[in-house]
Protein backbone atom coordinates (compact mmCIF):
# COMPACT_ATOMS: atom_id res chain seq x y z
CA UNK A 1 0.00 0.00 0.00
CA UNK A 2 1.41 3.47 -0.74
CA UNK A 3 1.92 5.80 2.50
CA UNK A 4 -0.19 8.55 3.29
CA UNK A 5 1.29 11.61 3.24
CA UNK A 6 2.72 12.94 6.04
CA UNK A 7 0.81 15.51 8.18
CA UNK A 8 2.50 18.82 8.68
CA UNK A 9 3.45 18.63 12.72
CA UNK A 10 3.86 21.55 15.04
CA UNK A 11 1.87 24.64 16.16
CA UNK A 12 2.54 27.82 17.77
CA UNK A 13 1.47 28.54 21.25
CA UNK A 14 -1.85 30.36 21.59
CA UNK A 15 0.31 33.42 22.98
CA UNK A 16 2.12 33.67 19.65
CA UNK A 17 -1.14 33.38 17.98
CA UNK A 18 -2.96 35.76 20.19
CA UNK A 19 -0.05 38.41 19.92
CA UNK A 20 0.16 38.08 23.76
CA UNK A 21 3.75 39.10 23.67
CA UNK A 22 2.49 42.49 21.69
CA UNK A 23 -0.26 44.36 21.41
CA UNK A 24 -3.18 42.03 21.72
CA UNK A 25 -4.68 40.75 18.26
CA UNK A 26 -2.33 42.54 16.36
CA UNK A 27 -1.09 40.39 13.22
CA UNK A 28 3.24 40.25 12.88
CA UNK A 29 4.09 42.82 10.75
CA UNK A 30 4.91 42.69 7.67
CA UNK A 31 3.58 38.64 7.14
CA UNK A 32 0.79 39.86 4.77
CA UNK A 33 3.02 42.15 2.30
CA UNK A 34 5.97 39.23 2.15
CA UNK A 35 3.00 37.16 0.81
CA UNK A 36 1.98 39.38 -1.61
CA UNK A 37 5.64 40.19 -2.85
CA UNK A 38 6.36 35.81 -2.97
CA UNK A 39 3.01 36.01 -4.85
CA UNK A 40 3.88 39.09 -7.14
CA UNK A 41 8.26 37.21 -7.92
CA UNK A 42 5.92 33.91 -9.30
CA UNK A 43 4.12 35.96 -11.73
CA UNK A 44 7.04 38.15 -13.00
CA UNK A 45 9.19 35.11 -13.46
CA UNK A 46 6.36 33.12 -15.32
CA UNK A 47 5.97 36.46 -17.48
CA UNK A 48 9.52 37.12 -18.05
CA UNK A 49 9.86 33.39 -19.21
CA UNK A 50 7.54 33.62 -21.97
CA UNK A 51 9.60 36.35 -23.40
CA UNK A 52 12.31 35.84 -25.76
CA UNK A 53 15.73 34.25 -24.22
CA UNK A 54 14.23 31.84 -22.00
CA UNK A 55 15.58 30.74 -19.11
CA UNK A 56 19.10 31.35 -20.41
CA UNK A 57 18.33 35.12 -20.32
CA UNK A 58 16.10 35.46 -17.61
CA UNK A 59 18.13 36.53 -14.36
CA UNK A 60 16.81 37.13 -10.68
CA UNK A 61 17.55 41.25 -11.05
CA UNK A 62 14.84 41.15 -13.87
CA UNK A 63 12.18 39.34 -11.74
CA UNK A 64 12.89 41.25 -8.98
CA UNK A 65 12.70 44.77 -10.65
CA UNK A 66 9.41 43.67 -12.92
CA UNK A 67 7.99 42.66 -9.50
CA UNK A 68 9.31 45.97 -7.11
CA UNK A 69 11.30 43.75 -4.89
CA UNK A 70 14.87 43.63 -3.65
CA UNK A 71 16.82 40.60 -5.22
CA UNK A 72 17.34 40.11 -2.04
CA UNK A 73 13.51 39.30 -1.13
CA UNK A 74 14.25 36.77 -4.19
CA UNK A 75 16.62 34.37 -2.12
CA UNK A 76 15.18 34.58 0.94
CA UNK A 77 12.88 31.98 -0.52
CA UNK A 78 14.48 30.89 -3.38
CA UNK A 79 18.21 29.81 -3.38
CA UNK A 80 18.56 29.73 -7.40
CA UNK A 81 16.94 30.60 -10.03
CA UNK A 82 16.17 27.39 -11.37
CA UNK A 83 13.93 26.47 -7.57
CA UNK A 84 12.51 29.30 -8.41
CA UNK A 85 11.31 28.93 -12.25
CA UNK A 86 10.36 25.38 -11.42
CA UNK A 87 8.03 26.87 -8.35
CA UNK A 88 6.65 29.44 -10.29
CA UNK A 89 5.08 27.36 -13.39
CA UNK A 90 4.11 25.03 -10.46
CA UNK A 91 2.39 27.55 -8.43
CA UNK A 92 0.42 28.31 -11.77
CA UNK A 93 -0.85 24.49 -12.31
CA UNK A 94 -1.06 22.57 -9.11
CA UNK A 95 -4.77 23.12 -8.64
CA UNK A 96 -5.40 22.86 -12.18
CA UNK A 97 -3.36 19.37 -12.20
CA UNK A 98 -4.79 17.81 -9.56
CA UNK A 99 -6.27 14.01 -10.34
CA UNK A 100 -9.76 13.49 -9.50
CA UNK A 101 -11.78 10.65 -7.98
CA UNK A 102 -14.67 9.76 -10.37
CA UNK A 103 -14.19 5.63 -9.75
CA UNK A 104 -12.93 4.68 -12.87
CA UNK A 105 -8.80 4.95 -13.15
CA UNK A 106 -9.72 5.55 -16.67
CA UNK A 107 -11.32 8.46 -16.63
CA UNK A 108 -9.23 9.52 -13.59
CA UNK A 109 -6.03 9.19 -15.63
CA UNK A 110 -8.10 10.48 -18.70
CA UNK A 111 -9.26 13.93 -17.20
CA UNK A 112 -5.84 14.72 -15.91
CA UNK A 113 -3.71 14.16 -19.00
CA UNK A 114 -6.17 16.49 -20.72
CA UNK A 115 -5.22 18.90 -18.19
CA UNK A 116 -1.96 18.56 -19.06
CA UNK A 117 -2.73 19.01 -22.41
CA UNK A 118 -4.55 22.17 -22.00
CA UNK A 119 -1.36 23.51 -19.99
CA UNK A 120 0.84 22.69 -22.87
CA UNK A 121 -1.36 24.40 -25.47
CA UNK A 122 -1.71 27.58 -23.43
CA UNK A 123 0.85 29.94 -23.26
CA UNK A 124 2.24 28.43 -19.84
CA UNK A 125 3.49 25.41 -22.82
CA UNK A 126 6.09 27.80 -23.14
CA UNK A 127 7.37 27.82 -19.60
CA UNK A 128 7.53 24.04 -19.90
CA UNK A 129 9.53 24.32 -22.94
CA UNK A 130 12.06 26.64 -21.64
CA UNK A 131 12.72 24.33 -18.59
CA UNK A 132 12.82 21.07 -20.39
CA UNK A 133 15.64 22.77 -23.16
CA UNK A 134 17.27 24.50 -20.78
CA UNK A 135 17.48 21.72 -18.46
CA UNK A 136 19.62 19.84 -21.09
CA UNK A 137 22.62 22.02 -20.47
CA UNK A 138 22.08 23.07 -17.10
CA UNK A 139 21.71 20.23 -14.25
CA UNK A 140 20.17 21.96 -11.78
CA UNK A 141 17.50 22.98 -13.79
CA UNK A 142 15.94 19.85 -14.50
CA UNK A 143 16.64 18.64 -11.13
CA UNK A 144 14.57 21.62 -9.64
CA UNK A 145 11.75 20.69 -12.27
CA UNK A 146 11.80 17.16 -11.23
CA UNK A 147 11.84 17.61 -7.35
CA UNK A 148 9.30 20.64 -7.73
CA UNK A 149 6.72 19.30 -10.47
CA UNK A 150 7.54 15.84 -11.87
CA UNK A 151 8.13 14.07 -8.12
CA UNK A 152 4.90 15.78 -6.60
CA UNK A 153 2.46 14.56 -9.46
CA UNK A 154 3.91 11.91 -10.33
CA UNK A 155 3.25 10.65 -6.23
CA UNK A 156 -0.34 12.04 -6.88
CA UNK A 157 -0.25 9.87 -10.26
CA UNK A 158 0.85 6.69 -7.47
CA UNK A 159 -2.10 7.01 -5.95
CA UNK A 160 -5.22 6.90 -8.82
CA UNK A 161 -3.57 4.03 -10.55
CA UNK A 162 -3.46 2.16 -6.52
CA UNK A 163 -7.10 2.97 -6.43
CA UNK A 164 -7.74 1.11 -9.48
CA UNK A 165 -5.91 -1.76 -8.70
CA UNK A 166 -7.74 -1.91 -5.40
CA UNK A 167 -10.87 -1.93 -7.28
CA UNK A 168 -9.56 -4.44 -9.54
CA UNK A 169 -9.74 -2.37 -12.49
CA UNK A 170 -5.44 -2.88 -13.11
CA UNK A 171 -3.44 -6.11 -12.76
CA UNK A 172 -2.13 -6.10 -8.82
CA UNK A 173 1.59 -6.57 -10.31
CA UNK A 174 0.91 -3.53 -12.34
CA UNK A 175 4.60 -1.58 -12.84
CA UNK A 176 3.35 2.05 -11.81
CA UNK A 177 6.44 3.71 -12.97
CA UNK A 178 5.89 1.98 -16.39
CA UNK A 179 2.13 2.87 -16.70
CA UNK A 180 3.08 6.47 -15.90
CA UNK A 181 5.66 6.26 -18.59
CA UNK A 182 3.91 4.65 -21.33
CA UNK A 183 1.06 7.59 -20.86
CA UNK A 184 2.72 10.65 -20.39
CA UNK A 185 5.75 9.88 -22.82
CA UNK A 186 3.56 10.18 -25.92
CA UNK A 187 2.02 13.78 -24.10
CA UNK A 188 5.70 14.75 -24.06
CA UNK A 189 6.94 13.59 -27.25
CA UNK A 190 4.48 15.37 -29.30
CA UNK A 191 4.79 18.55 -27.06
CA UNK A 192 7.87 18.47 -27.81
CA UNK A 193 8.99 17.34 -31.59
CA UNK A 194 5.52 18.71 -33.16
CA UNK A 195 5.82 15.46 -34.99
CA UNK A 196 1.73 15.69 -34.82
CA UNK A 197 -0.70 17.42 -33.17
CA UNK A 198 -1.61 17.74 -29.52
CA UNK A 199 -4.67 17.74 -28.99
CA UNK A 200 -7.14 16.64 -25.59
CA UNK A 201 -8.41 13.80 -27.22
CA UNK A 202 -5.23 12.12 -27.44
CA UNK A 203 -5.50 11.63 -23.88
CA UNK A 204 -7.87 9.26 -24.14
CA UNK A 205 -6.34 7.25 -27.08
CA UNK A 206 -3.51 6.69 -24.98
CA UNK A 207 -6.01 5.79 -22.31
CA UNK A 208 -7.73 3.43 -24.53
CA UNK A 209 -4.52 1.96 -25.74
CA UNK A 210 -2.37 1.37 -22.34
CA UNK A 211 -4.99 1.18 -19.30
CA UNK A 212 -7.72 -1.45 -21.69
CA UNK A 213 -4.38 -3.09 -22.64
CA UNK A 214 -3.83 -4.33 -19.49
CA UNK A 215 -6.97 -5.35 -18.87
CA UNK A 216 -6.56 -8.32 -21.70
CA UNK A 217 -4.86 -11.38 -19.95
CA UNK A 218 -1.65 -12.51 -21.91
CA UNK A 219 -1.47 -14.42 -24.64
CA UNK A 220 -0.86 -18.38 -24.30
Not at 63 to 69: E, F, K, M, P, T
Not at 77 to 99: H, M, R, Y
Not at 119 to 139: C, E, T
Amino acid sequence: MLQNHIRRTGARSDDACNGNHGTPGKRPPGRPRSEESRQSILRSTLKLLKQDGGFPELSIEAIAADANVGKATVYRWWPTKAALVADAFFASAEEELQFPNTGSVQRDMSLQMRRVIRIFRSKRGKVVAALLAGGQSDPELLEAFRERFLWPKRRQAYQTLQRGIDRGELPAASDLDLILDSLYGPIYMRFLIRHDKLEEGFADEICGLVLQGLKRPPQS
